[in-house]
């Protein structure tokens, strides 16, 4: 046997082994998937398929730079070099770079970020003078974003009557215009934004032949991490480049299927033997991360899914603690007890400050948890906060060094034109911009030939110095490097020298960021190879696209002695030995905008199923019973998950009891792709449970529920009660339990306990006609009657 077979349980090796053909790797948590992925390349390499033929697709650049590391140590040469590895927009990126020209783009095109987008949809919509309140940029954004990753271009959104409807009914009758409009001004610029990396490329793919016979000879083997996140346009192109030898191996896990929110459909993963008849697949089931008692539990919740490829996880570990379920009175107190007890178990089981995750919902319950550490001294890193190159000091830099190499960016050009003040105000840049409209050209051609449109002689200077300059930067291009090019550009722009005069606490800082960044740039010029795996590209243009194409999680070290906050959709692929699952309320955690359908309330399962599974040792999961939203105190039920969890795998004498009871894509219209349905096979979110069934059996028969502590179960409806007519609130600062009361809604009662804070208590009264509730008493009219 090869060294690096061995290792490998025998469904690892399976998989690793067979090497032709379609061959679909369900991947349950934890179940060693990269290394799978990664041994599989190298067998391949191995049995002397070629580097260059092999593709490798992964969703986060740390992924890809991961496998390609374990692949060099494994193979202990540098044929991993030759790999293309990378996340689908890098790679296809990559590619576009060389074949631009085919679909009418220069190679030298800029990449959008989605401030970038926002900001030519914002002037594309006041162009149209339409207001930019009711098409806010960040929901067009999303609806044109949406468009794109279900291949639907301008002209077929603007033709489908259901589209139009739907963009009707929300008030927004111009989206289609706007699309347009956004697209011919992107395509002006020389610009493509992140979805049109997938966009163009398959039509790069579709529209010009000897391309895709092309990189079909090129790509003999294709493999795909993360499978079930795929997109329509993913899927399609993955359809088109390996049409020609089938060798396609999708790795992935239904049951972390939790981004139908940026356009994933978990249909590419059920319905992968349909699209290859002879597809094999193998199952991934034990796990090496969890302890038995946190798997049997994610086990258990995941079972209520109907839509899913059954598989039943087992481990070898330790049986482990139990999972603690946390009541708290507040979500400060939630934040509180969080801050706390990563005190006591760092004293306790000596476990470091990186061994901990606070997982949450939403980025807004981030506060409570941030105040808490911060008062505690506990070091923290928080995922989804400004990235180190959306700061404006770094984004005003970068964009000398687009339009330096891109000329036609006209986002780069209004940002930096009269930054440093260099006279050239508001009414110049509007006058520049209303010129390249009515020619039909670009504003750095107004700009070049400024004394053409009237400026007055002040101006004319002022631009002629800006054009000059910025032409001198870009004679560098051809015989400096991007570290030469940047560091020329600080000095000449003054940038550096303004930032360095100011002083202020917040001066300080910026001038400290545009260091890292030149720091960042020397580094990269200096490294053996870049992301792309290139030896010699350290073009100025290279090192743009690579940054632009970084991820929050790419710009924070992992490895850190800190306390990690995160979303649960940011912690997918990570792993901690504690995890704090944080809000397990009913309308945060399911959401209460994600229950309106059983394809919606699955994610959110889902969802609950990779916040249990990102912990290796222990779980708390924690629930507050009132949570300002929205500036309102709202009072919470527990969420409907906590009961689906097996009564012998948790602990919940710090719940005080009250678990709520559960109660191809070229055919089909453009809103069917759009809404997640794929067309031309009868497929629907709705039938999902069907097809699974009919491909792999039906799930695993459910054990019957574990009866678990649930309160005083309140009344199915309320019976309204008439106030007494002498009815006038009372003083309850001094309530205690015993004493009867009179609400003017339910009734009469008597008062059981009163707990919660000074400033916010809460009395839990058991009323005659309407069961027990808890009333808050700061907001309650109460009369003492006894």
């Known amino acids: ?24 790797i369900v991947a349950g948590a934890g179940s060693g998937k990269t ?101 806010k940029p960040a929901t067009v954004y999303s609806r044109i974003s949406s468009a794109k990753n279900s291949l639907v271009g301008p002209a077929e959104y603007a033709t489908d009557y259901q589209i139009q409807q739907e963009d009707n009914r929300a008030n927004r009758p111009a989206m289609a215009q706007i699309y347009d409009a956004y697209v011919k001004r992107c395509f002006k610029n020389g610009a493509m934004d992140f ?12 529209n010009v032949p000897e391309c895709l016979s092309k990189y079909q000879r090129k790509f003999k083997y294709i493999l795909i991490d993360e499978y079930q996140d795929t997109n329509p346009a993913q899927y399609e192109v993955i359809k088109l480049l390996g049409a020609a030898h089938e060798n396609v191996c999708v790795v992935g896990d239904d049951a972390q299927s939790i981004y139908s929110f940026r356009g994933a459909t978990i249909q590419n993963i059920l319905q992968f033997q349909e699209d290859y008849e002879d597809a094999h697949v193998v199952k991934l089931e034990q796990n090496y991360r969890c302890t038995k008692s946190i798997l049997n539990a994610a086990n258990e919740v995941i079972r209520n899914n109907k839509g899913q490829i059954p598989k039943d996880l087992w481990t070898e570990n330790a049986p482990g603690e139990k999972i603690t379920i946390v009541r ?82 006209e986002e780069a050009l209004k940002r930096i034109i009269n930054y440093p003040v260099r006279g050239i105000g508001k009414t110049t840049i509007d006058r520049v911009l209303l010129a390249a409209n009515q020619n039909n050209i670009t504003m750095w051609e107004v700009l070049e030939k400024a004394s053409m449109f009237g400026f007055k002689a002040g101006t004319l200077e002022s631009i002629s110095q800006f054009v000059t300059m910025l032409q001198s930067f870009s004679t560098m291009l051809q015989h400096k490097d991007a570290y030469d090019v940047a560091v020329h550009v600080g000095k000449q722009t003054s940038i550096v020298k303004e930032l360095f005069n100011d002083k202020s606490t917040e001066g300080v800082a910026r001038y400290e960021n545009i260091q890292e960044l030149l720091n960042s740039i020397k580094e990269w010029t200096e490294s053996p190879d870049n992301e792309d795996g290139e030896l010699t590209d350290k073009s100025l ?33 990570l792993e ?37 599974t990102r912990a290796k040792k222990k779980l708390w999961v924690t629930y507050a019973n009132t949570r300002y939203r929205f500036g309102q105190l709202v009072q919470n039920e527990p969420s409907r998950f906590l009961e689906e969890l097996p009564e012998e795998n948790v602990d919940r004498s710090f719940a005080g009891g009250g678990v709520k009871n559960a109660g191809g894509f070229g055919g089909g219209s453009a809103y069917e792709r759009m809404s997640g349905n794929r067309p031309g096979s009868g497929w629907s979110n709705a039938n999902a449970a069907n097809v699974a069934e009919k491909q792999y059996g039906p799930p695993p028969k459910k054990k019957p529920p574990v009866p678990s502590y649930v309160g005083p179960k309140p009344a199915a409806k309320t019976v309204d009660h008439q106030p007494s007519s002498n009815f006038e609130p009372s003083d309850t600062s001094n309530l205690q339990a015993g004493q009867k009361v009179e609400h003017q809604k339910f009734g009469f009662g008597e008062v059981i ?18 069961g027990e509730k808890k009333i808050m008493l700061n907001y309650a009219k109460l009369m003492i009657v006894g």
Not at 195 to 206: A, G, P, Q, T
Not at 550 to 564: M, N, R, S
Not at 754 to 764: K, M, R
Request: charged share 25%; with cysteine.
């Open 1 to 24: 046997m090869k060294e690096y077979l061995k290792g490998l349980n025998e469904k690892q090796r399976e998989a690793v082994e067979r090497i032709n053909g379609p061959l679909m």
């Open 35 to 135: 290394k799978v992925l990664t041994t599989r390349i190298a067998h391949l390499l191995a049995s002397g398929v070629d580097a260059f033929n092999i593709l490798a697709l992964t969703f986060t650049n740390k992924a890809a730079k991961e496998m390609k590391e374990r692949i060099e140590h494994i193979l202990g040469n540098s044929e991993a070099k030759n790999l293309y590895i990378g996340t689908f927009h890098s790679v296809f990126a990559r590619i576009l770079r060389a074949e631009a020209h085919h679909i009418g783009y220069p190679n030298s095109f800029t990449i959008y970020d989605t401030d970038d987008a926002k900001s030519v949809i914002k002037t594309v919509v006041n162009e149209m003078n339409l207001d930019d309140k009711h098409y």
């Open 195 to 206: 979805d049109d990396l997938l966009l163009k490329f398959y039509e790069l793919l579709r």
């Open 328 to 409: 708290t009175m507040t979500d400060n107190d939630e934040g509180k007890f969080v801050a706390d007890t990563i005190q006591e178990q760092k004293l306790r089981n000596h476990f470091s400050n990186k061994d901990f995750a606070i997982l949450y919902r939403t980025n807004a319950q981030s506060r409570a948890f941030e105040e808490a550490l911060r008062r505690m001294g506990i070091p923290y890193t928080m995922f989804g906060g400004i990235s180190f190159y959306q700061r404006k000091e770094i984004k005003d830099f970068v964009a000398y060094l687009r339009l330096i190499v891109n000329k036609q960016d």
């Open 541 to 573: 243009g290279a090192y743009l696209q690579q940054i632009t194409l970084l991820t929050d999680a790419d710009d924070k070290d992992p490895d850190a002695d800190t306390v990690k906050l995160m979303t649960i959709h940011a912690a997918k692929g």
């Open 576 to 612: 901690f030995s504690c995890v704090f699952a944080a809000g397990l309320e009913e309308t945060l955690f399911p959401n209460a905008m994600a229950i309106n359908s059983r394809e919606e309330l699955e994610e959110e399962r889902r969802l609950f199923y990779v916040v249990i």
């Open 753 to 770: 306990k009163v707990e919660g804070s000074q400033l916010n208590p809460i009395a839990t009264v058991k009323f005659a006609t309407n």
